[in-house]
């Protein structure tokens, strides 16, 4: 079962504009992860931000938190075409003795047109 | 380069053959996993491992089978493949489970005719 929902689904913007894409998850977290998936590649690991944080950066990235609201975003500012990708959101799944297999949304497929 | 290698990355079947995926990682990973990932659903968890001679079951594992003799090498069986396992296979490993970032394989892209 999907543990995370990306939204949108699919985005669409022009080279140097900000692209937000939001994860909504359903039950407590130690972290979220998100990952981009190039065309017919693997994923890439981005940015894991552990449930103490609220923000965190990492170059042209930004993502936030908020527990309360079982919600992350994934902010791309100054977009360029090679951000052309699916984004992932991930969430380690809570088992009876410890934190374990990773669970997906179904991811938010982003197009930067030059 | 250390990271996740994958074999082979396309492969076409008939149904009923049997095949097997290979994976190996190099960076002394316990934790090593298999998804599918199919058109609007995300990655789905097949089988998983959290170290030699220990597997279990994900979300998705009827007709795959796994094991793991070696710390390095996590191969995916498919015993009688059918159209329904077209797919794209990704192997992945991780240091710590739950607390630290996945790293994954290129993929095999499986169609099953």
């Known amino acids: 079962s999907q543990q995370g929902e990306e939204d949108p689904q699919a985005l669409s913007i022009q080279e140097g504009e900000n692209a937000t894409m939001n994860c909504s998850y359903k039950?407590?977290?130690?972290?979220l992860q998100w990952y981009r998936q190039n065309s017919g590649r693997g994923l890439v690991h981005l940015i894991l931000?552990?449930?103490?944080?609220r923000e965190k950066h990492s170059g042209r990235l930004r993502v936030t938190l908020d527990t309360s609201k079982k919600s992350s975003s994934l902010l791309i500012t100054a977009s360029r075409a090679a951000d052309t990708a699916s984004y992932f959101c991930?969430?380690?799944?809570?088992?009876?003795?410890?934190?374990?297999?990773?669970?997906f949304g179904a991811g938010t497929q982003v197009v930067v047109t030059p | 380069n250390a990271g996740v290698t994958q074999t082979p990355k396309f492969q076409v079947l008939k149904t009923g053959q049997s095949m097997t995926l290979q994976c190996a990682q190099d960076m002394n990973h316990e934790y090593m996993s298999w998804y599918r990932q199919d058109p609007g659903m995300g990655l789905r968890l097949i089988h998983y491992s959290v170290g030699a001679g220990i597997t279990d079951q994900g979300e998705v594992p009827n007709g795959y089978n796994v094991s793991r003799s070696t710390t390095e090498d996590f191969p995916l069986r498919l015993l009688s493949a059918a159209p329904s396992q077209t797919s794209v296979y990704f192997c992945?490993?991780?240091?710590?489970?739950?607390?630290?970032?996945?790293?994954f394989g290129s993929g095999t892209r499986l169609t099953v005719v």
């Open positions: 991930a969430t380690p799944e809570e088992t009876t003795d410890s934190w374990g297999k990773l669970q």
């Open positions: 992945a490993s991780s240091y710590s489970p739950g607390y630290t970032s996945y790293t």
């Open positions: 931000i552990r449930s103490n944080e």
């Open positions: 039950t407590s977290i130690n972290n």
